[in-house]
């Protein structure tokens, strides 16, 4: 009896005692994680207290004289243009090369590749601009005019062909190089993590190397590739610098991809104005930029809950 | 490797009898092909009016076919259908090597010409053409850079040790999920942000390096938290056990065995946000500015770093045009041999603090 009571009392006791360093220490943790939800919400009210002036202020004081809308939209349809060619580029060049560096190169270079894929990730954006300027642009002039003789019936390539090739096409292009890293980085990662049973199992069926991809790669991993391009998608939205110096575009709101008209993206267009802005025209354009928080707010979340969903069931977990 | 181990059935099952024999093209006729098909593209090209971005275009689409008809003949549709996605998997990615090689060239050809000491020890006070030098944007970089870390490190670290020592329940589950929401915020939104907190604060015309700092914050703290937490929860649980065991305080536990034993990944991650943020332009372009001279006191003024630097030397150029195209390319340079350093000293930290026990 007394052997059996000794040990199980101390214990409660102990776990009464909360000595003051440990409710020093938990509390500091646990601040700062509240802290950190405190600054999204931050992020959020101080872009709106900003922003108010500019939502109720008559449409003639907006900068245009149009209004609110019409100062936003025709930057809303630049944002998406921009980034939706960057997305439909990168995510097929972001597979193939996740599945190169996975299952066809060499594997004892295969994590120095992607070690130098990374690397693209790592240049600053400003330096993807200066890239873009002097090398990419100058080079796609050549295909600018091509599409505005021969393709100028889709709506996309309407020309007058720009003759400086700083278009809303060549910034697509840099983009999707920007990009490139992050949806390759997830999808190399799902794809390494499909079963080696079925990998395995494909291959003693007779299945060829791409069969086997087809069949037991590409069905696990397409989840992370959704996610990849997803958060691809979030950043394509949010580039400033490479945005702001590649393009010079006109005000309208056209999809005309190899013109001088294409409208500028909310991102570059804060960067661009900011500095010079005074009074209602600050409001402006953080009410633009409180937009752009959000569409990449709303594309973040959605990425994260399909990772974290397939994170519940993966077995890596 | 893999095409070696199951070759072994195919060329063994003619002696089994009159199955079909199998007929392969060995690897030197495959690259022949492909070569080939270069070559025919480079004479195409040539009759087009010869140029190096036609030549590998057509190129590659004519060895990719070469090699994808030949193996159609000889040994049937789907081994050809393999052969025609490994060339396009190889090729993809080389399309993504171009851009690399093209930017890092690009960048050290340009950016060498004024790579040398004046660039680091002057600044662009009362300079307007040639000359001057980028010393205030490198000391206005590393500074605002030092005192975000500041603020980043602690409260990621402290919210990481929480996510896996302490944290439970929804407000754990909110603080991964807003962490990972957080890591995609645009960094202009960050500079937005940190321009309205302080303008609420000190009034409209209030500008100094603090306000960098705090937008680099915003983008440095997910990444932290992230890196951190990874981190953490490979210390394995044997360890804690240990040392409660031995009576010890969890914090003691958590200060003295979690965190020494992961070191190594903790700086790795740290120097890793460090490179993130430190190339960073758009949110130091609305809330810090420029100006041409040095300024030391993160508290007070605006402040130069070398991403806006450069940024308004290449769009900004005064009457010395060329004087300003070669300071931006070599701000460029210095910013990229910034990242890259910092990307080597985080493999350098994982690899010799390495902890000796594990793995």
């Known amino acids: 009896m007394t052997a059996t009571k000794a040990p199980t009392e101390p214990p409660s006791q102990q776990r009464v005692v909360r000595r003051p360093g440990d409710r020093i220490f938990s509390g500091a943790a646990r601040t700062s994680g509240i802290f950190i939800l405190l600054v999204l919400a931050g992020v959020a009210a101080f872009l709106i207290s900003e922003a108010i002036p500019a939502l109720t202020a008559s449409s003639e004081d907006i900068p245009g004289g149009e209004g609110l809308a019409a100062y936003i939209g025709p930057l809303i349809v630049g944002t998406l243009l921009g980034a939706l060619i960057a997305l439909v580029v990168a995510t097929p060049l972001a597979v193939g090369i996740a599945l190169y560096v996975t299952y066809y190169a060499p594997r004892r270079i295969a994590s120095a590749l992607g070690y130098v894929i990374d690397l693209l990730a790592a240049i600053p954006s400003v330096v993807y601009g200066f890239w873009g300027l002097a090398v990419l642009a100058p080079k796609l002039v050549p295909f600018h005019e091509w599409a505005a003789d021969h393709l100028s019936w889709i709506p996309l390539f309407a020309g007058p062909a720009s003759t400086s090739g700083r278009t809303m096409l060549t910034v697509g292009l840099v983009l999707a190089v920007m990009i490139l890293p992050i949806i390759s980085a997830i999808s190399r990662e799902v794809f390494s993590q499909a079963p080696a049973l079925h990998r395995e199992a494909a291959l003693a069926l007779g299945a060829t190397r791409w069969e086997m991809i087809k069949m037991a790669v590409l069905p696990y991993g397409k989840s992370g590739v959704i996610a990849g391009a997803m958060l691809g998608l979030g950043r394509a939205l949010g580039e400033t610098m490479a945005v702001a110096i590649i393009l010079s575009g006109g005000g309208a709101a056209t999809v005309n991809l190899i013109s001088n008209s294409n409208p500028s993206t909310i991102a570059s267009n804060i960067a661009l104005k900011f500095p010079e802005a005074t009074g209602l025209g600050v409001n402006t354009l953080i009410a633009s930029g409180l937009v752009l928080f959000l569409i990449t707010l709303a594309v973040n979340m959605i990425a994260r809950w399909i990772v974290n969903r397939r994170a519940d069931f993966s077995g890596a977990n | ?359």
């Open chain 2, 1 to 359: 490797m893999s095409t070696d181990i199951r070759s072994a059935p195919e060329t063994s099952s003619p002696a089994q009898g009159p199955v079909r024999v199998e007929r392969r093209l060995s690897r030197l006729a495959l690259w022949g092909l492909y070569l080939a098909g270069i070559a025919l593209g480079a004479a195409l090209s040539a009759a087009t009016g010869f140029s190096i971005t036609s030549t590998a275009v057509y190129g590659v689409v004519l060895g990719t076919l070469a090699v994808y008809v030949a193996t159609r003949v000889v040994q049937g549709r789907r081994k050809a259908t393999d052969r025609l996605v490994t060339c396009l998997v190889t090729s993809a990615f080389a399309v993504a090597m171009i851009p690399l090689a093209s930017l890092v060239y690009t960048v050290l050809s340009k950016g060498l010409a004024r790579f040398d000491g004046d660039f680091f020890s002057m600044s662009m006070f009362r300079v307007v053409g040639e000359g001057g030098g980028a010393y205030h944007a490198i000391v206005g970089t590393l500074i605002i850079t030092l005192v975000a870390t500041v603020i980043s490190v602690p409260i990621g670290l402290f919210t990481a040790i929480y996510l896996v020592e302490y944290g439970s329940g929804r407000l754990k589950k909110a603080i991964t999920f807003f962490v990972d929401v957080m890591t995609g915020i645009p960094s202009i939104v960050a500079g937005l942000f940190a321009y309205a907190l302080f303008t609420l604060l000190f009034g409209n015309d209030f500008r100094a390096g603090i306000m960098g700092a705090v937008a680099l914050s915003v983008l440095m703290i997910p990444v932290v938290v992230r890196s951190c937490e990874e981190v953490l929860k490979l210390v394995p649980n044997e360890l804690r056990e240990a040392s409660y065991a031995l009576g010890i305080p969890k914090w003691r536990t958590v200060v003295k065995v979690v965190l020494p034993t992961a070191v190594a990944g903790l700086g790795t991650g740290i120097t890793l946000s460090v490179a993130r943020v430190i190339g960073e332009t758009a949110p130091l372009l609305i809330t810090v500015g420029l100006i041409t001279g040095t300024n030391l006191n993160p508290f007070d003024g605006r402040m130069a770093t070398l991403p806006v630097f450069a940024y308004y030397q290449l769009t900004q150029p005064g009457t010395a045009t060329q004087a300003f195209l070669d300071r931006a390319w070599t701000a460029a340079l210095v910013l990229i041999i910034f990242v890259m350093a910092l990307n080597i000293v985080a493999r350098l930290i994982s690899r010799l603090f390495a902890p000796k026990t594990g793995r």
